[in-house]
């Protein structure tokens, strides 16, 4: 939005829009392709950062299917990834948690068959389509909620449809792709 209102950020706050979306100020201001300095891009042997997958795509929408072929990496630091849990990232398709999660965007998800009501999740349903909704437990009821509500009114799951559902993991992070 800044750019278009031709501003642009300058000194700490610009370093600290570059620091937030893991990039150097350079690729943030568009004057290089290069989206991580020398200290972004470590190498595989690099302790504090850890190549995490992204995996296919899952949907913010309806009609996507969560596919498991893995599309490229991203770095992740070691800090968050020592908790036991496996991780990987998925790749957004569709505008149902917009504005929260866009199309395009990646969302690390720590691979957990459980979480707590209201949590973020990515959740399989039919064992086919893989969407990332808001999970509401309530009595003999699980509903996914959109951030977009108008456009994707919540999905009810009662009683024996609940079955249908299976919690693949929790959205713990979210990378924002500038373009």
Do not use: C
Request: avoid cysteine; aromatic fraction near 8%.
């Amino acid at each position: 939005t800044w750019k278009k209102r031709g501003l642009t950020p300058k000194g700490e706050t610009l370093t600290k829009i570059a620091d937030y979306f893991g990039v150097t100020t350079d690729y943030l201001l568009g004057n290089s392709p290069v989206r991580h300095g020398t200290m972004e891009i470590q190498s595989v042997n690099d302790e504090r950062y850890i190549p995490v997958p992204v995996i296919g795509v899952v949907a913010a929408g309806y009609q996507a299917l969560a596919d498991t072929n893995i599309i490229g990496y991203e770095l992740v630091s070691a800090d968050i990834l020592n908790d036991g849990f496996e991780y990987a990232w998925l790749k957004v398709k569709g505008d149902s948690m917009y504005p929260l999660i866009m199309d395009g965007d990646l969302v690390l998800v720590r691979l957990q068959d459980e979480i707590d009501s209201g949590d973020l999740a990515v959740v399989i349903v039919d064992e086919e389509d893989g969407v990332i909704k808001r999970v509401n437990y309530s009595t003999n009821k699980v509903t996914l909620i959109s951030e977009n509500a108008e456009k994707y009114p919540p999905r009810v799951f009662e009683r024996n449809d609940i079955s249908r559902l299976r919690i693949w993991g929790k959205a713990i992070d979210l990378k924002r792709k500038l373009n």
